[in-house]
C-alpha cells in the first residue's frame, strides 16, 4: 500500500503495489525483469509512486548487467554493510586502488573480472573470509576484527554445508590444496552415509579427471589462488563447528587426522580405485574431462560396503582402509 499521484483522479489517492514481469528490447537484446506498479484504490487506473518507479529502472539496469556478466547495483550497496566495512578499506582488501569501490557505489559499473570477484565474495562468506586473510596488513587491527566477526556470523548463518565443511577442515589443518580439500569433503560425506545414515552435503558431486569434485564451491571459492598463510585458525574452527552436530564433527575430525595426512595426488589416486567415480565414468575414456554425477546412491553403497568390510567401529578407522590403499598403490608402482 502506497500514495500516488492519479492522472484519471486528478489528486493523490491511496495505491494497492502489484508485481508482474516486464520485457525490454534494448540494443538488440531482449530483457525480462520485474517491475511493480500502483492501482488507484479510486479507480483502478495506474498510479505509481515515484520511488517505485526509480526501483524499476534500477531493475532494469541489474537486467542489462546480470545478462552481460555484469554485477548488480544491489549487490555492490550490499556488500560493505553485510561485512561490516568501509568502502575505501574493502577496496584495499580486495586490492583494488582506494577509490574503486566508492566509484562503483556511486554507480560506476565495474569490469567483468571486478564484477565476479564481487559476486564470488556475495555468495560465499567463506571466500570473503580467505581474502580478508590474505590482505590483513590491509586494515586496521580493530577494522579487521570487526569485518571478520561479520564474515564469520553470515558463514555460520546462511553457508551451505559443503562451505561450512571446508572452512572447518582448512582451519584446523591450516592449509589445504583445492584438490586435497575436495576429496577430504568426498570421505566426509561417504564417511557420514556409512555411520549417520545421510550425507553430509547436498551439493552435486561430479567425477572430472582429477577425481571426485563439488564444482559450485570449487567455482566460488577460487582456492587456486589461495596462499597458505590465509588460513585462519582456532577461532572459525570452532564457530563453525558448532554448526555441525557432534556426530558430524566426529567425521570432520576422523576426515582431518585420517585422510588429511595424505597427499592431494595420493587421495586422488584412492578414488580413482574406488566404485562411485569409476562407475561415473564408465562412457568416458581415461583422461577426458568430464562432468557426471557421481550419485548419492553410489557413495552411499561403497561407503557402507566399507564399513562391513572393514569392521568399523567410529568413523576414525577409515585409517586402516587408507593405509592397505597406499600399499595397494606402493605395489602397483613395483615393476
Known sequence: MGKAFCEHCREYVDVSLVTEKEVTEFEGMR??????????????????PDEVQAENQRSFLDAVRTENGIVSQRTIEAIPERYNIGKRPLSKVLGWGEQSYSRFIEGDIPSREYSKTISRIDRSPLAYLLILHTNTRALTDLAFRKSKEAAMRALTSTSSA????????LAKTGSSSPLGLQKELYYANGLC???LGRPLVSERCEAWTRGPVYPRLWETLELRSVREESMFGQEVAEAVGKTFSPEEREVLEAVISRIACYSPFALQDFTHREAPWREARTDVPDGEPSTNEISEES???FFHALKERYRMQKPADIGEYMQDMVKDLQGSRIP
Open 31 to 48: 530483457y525480462v525483469y520485474p517491475v511493480r506498479y500502483g492501482v488507484c484504490q479510486r479507480c483502478g487506473g495506474r498510479a505509481t
Open 162 to 169: 559443503a562451505e561450512r565443511a571446508a572452512a572447518y577442515i
Open 193 to 195: 552415509e556409512a555411520f
Open 299 to 301: 557413495v552411499r553403497r
